[in-house]
């Protein structure tokens, strides 16, 4: 049963608008969220986290908004950027141990 | 040089081969993950290390086993592979100081035919 979820496998978006990828977990003693970026035949790179200290972190054009109540999370990338296409994993984990959960991943297309 | 290497990085092996995923890595770091990421589904973490003497079982171990030789190495062996084995493998490492923030390595592309 997974525990991280990413509920839309796809979205497109045309470049310099806004992309908003969403993230749903359901295991109430994670902590600590993670997104990754993926392109083709790489492994998958850290992008941006947060604690469940938090609601919210910024990292230049990536914002990751956590809702612990709904237990839900989003990531903006504001302005959309051609290079921004790729397969964005969320993640989750107990600062205890660490291991992450992984959602099944959304593929973001920019478009020119 | 990559910090994390994996090889080899394509693999077609017949049902019932035996099979083993290498990953090295240059970090320093102490713990050691391997992951399996299949459409639809993500990564799923197949076993783990925290050091040298520490294995750990993930969500997905069954028809896995790992070896852990050196901190800087960490091998993924399939002893009787099967088709539904068949999808992208990959190694990660992380230490104790950056939480869960995981590096990845490339990734090896298994078919199981």
């Known amino acids: 049963d997974q525990q991280v979820k990413q509920n839309s496998p796809s979205l497109s978006v045309q470049e310099g608008r806004i992309s908003i990828l969403n993230c749903d977990y359901t295991?109430?003693?994670?902590?600590?969220f993670l997104w990754y970026k993926k392109y083709p035949a790489e492994g998958p790179t850290f992008l941006i986290s947060i604690s469940s200290i938090k609601d919210k972190n910024e990292d230049g054009r990536f914002t990751v908004f956590l809702n612990k109540s709904a237990k839900h999370l989003s990531l903006h990338i504001v302005p959309s950027q051609p290079g921004d296409s790729a397969v964005y994993f969320c993640a989750a984990s107990r600062s205890n141990d660490y291991k992450l959960s992984f959602g099944a991943g959304t593929t973001v297309t920019v478009r020119a | 040089d990559a910090d994390v290497t994996q090889t080899p990085r394509n693999r077609i092996t017949k049902t019932g081969k035996r099979i083993m995923l290498e990953c090295s890595q240059t970090k320093g770091h102490d713990r050691m993950y391997w992951y399996r990421q299949d459409p639809g589904l993500g990564l799923r973490l197949i076993y783990y290390s925290f050091d040298v003497k520490d294995i750990n079982k993930g969500e997905i171990s069954d028809g896995y086993s790992v070896s852990r030789q050196a901190q800087a190495k960490f091998s993924l062996s399939l002893e009787s592979a099967i088709p539904n084995q068949t999808a992208l493998y990959f190694c990660?490492?992380?230490?104790?100081?950056?939480?869960?923030?995981?590096?990845f390595g490339p990734g090896t592309r298994l078919t199981v035919l």
């Open positions: 295991n109430s003693m994670f902590d600590y």
């Open positions: 990660a490492t992380s230490d104790t100081t950056s939480g869960g923030w995981q590096y």
